[in-house]
Each structure stands twice: as structure tokens, then as C-alpha cells.
């Protein structure tokens, strides 16, 4: 599959990404445009929906023109439109939960006061309130919706989801201060998403067409100094089915899993120094007979969560197989993550999924339990499907790593 060691899936929460290898010298040159004059030293993160005290949804409000923006608090558990009006039945244009569908479908904090509203090509703000609705940008080749997006509190910094002719993604950095004011920071040497940040450097991870390669570079976006931590060639049809590398960047470091070597290893993107290196880990169980992926994922008590999956294309049921590894960042042990109830949605068992890194918590799915969605067609008529909702819970980091389950469930769900 094209760009098979890059993604394997977008339908959650992240795709799954090829990297590292021997990693050169130097990287093949972004092409940089006049970069800004840095207004903060602030560092880089990646935008999310929510924070230690209460994560936002955007629910359809019934009327095929508005949203109603919901808010769970993370402390208390309690789950209700963003509104203080007493008697409101979130139906008025006045109901500070209420919103044009135009602002938007996922909201993501951006401050301690301030939350992003993310179309597929609008940018808007508001209060946490729900209240001072304010235009930023709307710009038809970015797809904000379709990029994780990164922010340093004065700007949003996203790559544009088409690349060019020549296969290549253009980095861009949108001021939030300035309406429409979007500006092209550097044309990268191939296509692909940005991994994750450290301090004021982005890492990608890219596929590059013309050289049949895929790499991951560190990029500056201050300076447009590149560092790079990757370049191996593309594997078109990998034998045996893994992607050859998998990478992520966690807590400002970038692993990459090296499935040759079956071992992790950690760099620093801004110097390229070695911080980890890892025991090998133990072998396919199905001993290369179907897909195997590792993938980095996060950093939690001084241990780095790897999810692991393979499956067996030769057995009569597919004969999965889905855990995590643990990988101690001080000695390099590699350990099973002991699980989590399994919890059963349409018609499959799933681990827990994990929504929200909280620092001592984490906000995760504790259950699923049937549900009845109602929808809108077009003209407005409501009809209904059967589903699953799964239930946001809050767990003490140390009880996920022992996989205890001591959830406290919020009134959420997704």
C-alpha cells in the first residue's frame, strides 16, 4: 500500500508512522521562505480538546443549522452544555452553548480562557465560556480538521493536506492575533504529517516520491534549521508485513521502533543525541504470518508506552493479538504493560482508549454500553441509528501502568 511504512490508519485517534534507521549528517534542505521574526519563545504543542480541568465536545443541536459546545469537567465528572442561563433551553441565538454550524465540529484549548473552533477549512475563537465568538481564517487548501495542529500561544503551525506537484507538503503558520493572516514558512522535501514538537522545534515524518524514501527531519521554526533523524528507502510491499520502522514523538523526544533490530531507540530532535536504547524486544508471536505494527505512543512515570499489534492472515479467525510494551527510560527493560479490561463495541472486544494525557491522570474510555444515535437528513427530519457510546473515565497514571482498573467515571462519553 503507498505510504504503507508512513500511516496505517486514521480512524481514531493517530495513524501509525514509519521512521528511523541510521540516521545522516544532515537533511536533504527544506525549502524556507522569509520566516517571521519570533514574537515568543514559548514552546510548541500539539492542540487538544481538553486539559486537567475539563474537555470540550461539539454535539449536534437538532436544527441542522447550530451546535451546542459541551463541556465535562474533569474534576467533578459532570457533563453539560457551557451555558449559566438560568431556565436556557439551548434553542436562542442569546444560549452562549449555541453555535452556527459554520464555526465548526471539534473545538481545542488553546489557553487557560480561550478555545479554537476547527471546520474543515474555517478557524474561529471563543471564551471557555462558549461566548466572544471571533473570526480568524478560513483558507480552502489547509483542511484544518484533517492535520494535527500545533500552537505556541501566537500562532497555529499546520502543514497544507495536499502537496504540491512535486509531492511535497508546505509548512504554514497561521497568526491568531491577525485574521487571515497566514504565512508559507518552508516547502519540505516530501509529504507527510507532523509527529509531535520539542521546544521550538516540529518533527515530520515524510514520504518522498521522487527518491522512493521515507525520512523524518526536525525543523526550526524559528532559525528553519533541519536536523535529520531518519532517511531509509520506501518499502512499496514490506516482506514480512511491518512497515520497517515505526516513530512517534513523546514528552519532546522522538523514538523510532526498529523491527530489524526489534529494539527502540530515543533522540533528542534538537541535537540528535542517543536517550535511549533499548532491549530487544520479544518476537512476533505470529511469527511474521500477518501485519505486525509497534508504535511509540507516550510517556508515562518514566516508562514509554509502546502499542503493539499483529495478527495472523494464515489462521481461521484472524488470530490477533493487541497489548502494550514498557520500556524503562532509564535502563532500556522492556516489559508487557499488563491490561486493561477489554471493552466489547460494535460487535468487537477493544483495549481502553486513551483520550487525554492529564500529567497524574489519565482520561480514557472505561466501558461501552449500547446506544441510539439520532440524526438529521437534509430537510431536517430526525431518524436513528443503532450504536456504541463509550464512557470517559479519569485514572491515576499508576493504575493504567499496572493495568488496574480504578476508573472514576465522568458523565461523558464518545
Known sequence: MKRFCIMLAAAMLAGLLAACGAAPQSAAPAESTSLPAAVTELPLRRLESGDADAYYQVRDAGDGTHTILYRIDLVTGACAPVCDVSGCSHTADSCPALHPVEAGWTVQVLDEST????????????????????????????????????????????LNFQPDTQGRNTLYRLDLNTPDTVEPLSTLPGSGV??????????????????????????????????????????????????????????????????STRTVTGKDPATGEMVLQSSPFPADPNEGRGAEYCWPVRVLNGWLELDYYSNDWESSNFSITSFSYL??????????????????????????????????????????????????????????????????????????????PNYTETEGWI
Open 327 to 404: 520500556v524503562s527510560l532509564e535502563t532500556g527493560e522492556v516489559r508487557r504493560k499488563p491490561d486493561l479490561p477489554m471493552q466489547t463495541w460494535n460487535g468487537y472486544p477493544h483495549s481502553p482508549a486513551v483520550v487525554l494525557d492529564l500529567g497524574d491522570r489519565l482520561l480514557v474510555t472505561s466501558r461501552a454500553e449500547p446506544h441510539i444515535e439520532t440524526h438529521f437528513d437534509n430537510a431536517g427530519a430526525p431518524y436513528t441509528v443503532e450504536s456504541s457510546r463509550r464512557i470517559l473515565a479519569t485514572i491515576p497514571v499508576e493504575d493504567y501502568l499496572s493495568g488496574t
Open 194 to 259: 507532523i509527529l509531535g514538537a520539542s521546544a521550538r522545534w516540529l518533527v515530520f515524518n515524510l514520504y518522498n516520491s521522487a527518491e522512493q524514501t521515507d525520512s523524518s527531519i526536525a525543523y526550526n521554526i524559528d532559525t528553519g534549521e533541519t536536523h535529520s533523524l531518519l532517511d531509509v528507502p520506501h518499502q512499496e510491499e514490506p516482506t514480512p508485513h511491518n512497515p520497517g520502522h515505526q516513530s512517534n514523538v513523546a514528552d519532546g523526544i522522538y523514538y523510532v521502533f526498529d523491527f
Open 115 to 158: 478555545l479554537l473552533w476547527i471546520g474543515n477549512d474555517t478557524l474561529y475563537r471563543s471564551d471557555r465560556d462558549g461566548r466572544n465568538l471571533r473570526y480568524v481564517c478560513s483558507n480552502s487548501t489547509l483542511a484544518f480538521l484533517s492535520n494535527p495542529l500545533y500552537t505556541d500561544g501566537e500562532a497555529v503551525y499546520l
